[in-house]
């Protein structure tokens, strides 16, 4: 059966679900890049795809500096061996659902992200809100009213993480709905 998948600006197309993208990576990764399934997050513009390899063997004297090396070298070593493989997948990817991939890879307890996108996002902002970016520029925690922003949404993610994870639950249960719904 074909699955037809919603591209950005096109009402037609039936919505790609968070299964159907499980399953199409399930069946166009190669076998054994990753020690089980990826973990997949996406948006309107990306789709991230996070694998778990296998960790180092290392000494049980090794300090955590010399750890985090280790892993920081396995996951470098990760990314050029298999760069052209992610690359095949990722265009047929991005053509099937007109949407960037990005990949990134988690080795024992370091995590590393390569070729995300950093997209641009307009906000109007008051001058009180303002003058927080500001401050932020100015304590030297961020070097634009950009960057500010992305640090003040990294904050809200990470110290309302529980709340925003909820909210999320609640909105894929009235997708759940509306697609059970009449057809109109």
Do not use: N
Request: with cysteine; glycine share 8%; net charge neutral.
């Amino acid at each position: 059966m074909k699955v037809e998948y919603q591209r950005p600006g096109t009402a037609s197309v039936p919505a790609l679900t968070d299964e159907e993208l499980r399953g199409w990576f399930a069946g166009r990764l190669p076998e054994g890049l990753f020690s089980g399934p990826p973990e997949l997050t996406r948006d309107d513009d990306e789709i991230l795809v996070v694998g778990e390899i296998p960790d180092v063997e290392l000494e049980p004297a090794m300090s955590e500096t010399a750890r985090a090396a280790a892993r920081s070298a396995r996951i470098e070593r990760f990314r050029a061996e298999t760069r052209e493989r992610r690359m095949a997948v990722a265009r047929d990817a991005e053509r099937l659902f007109a949407r960037r991939v990005s990949w990134g890879v988690r080795c024992g307890g370091v995590t590393q992200h390569f070729t995300t996108l950093g997209v641009p996002v307009m906000t109007r902002l008051r001058i009180g809100e303002r003058g927080v970016l500001d401050t932020l520029i100015d304590a030297g925690v961020a070097r634009s009213r950009s960057e500010a922003l992305a640090w003040c949404v990294r904050l809200v993610a990470r110290h309302q993480g529980e709340w925003i994870e909820s909210l999320r639950e609640a909105l894929a249960g009235v997708e759940r709905v509306r697609a059970q719904g009449p057809d109109s």
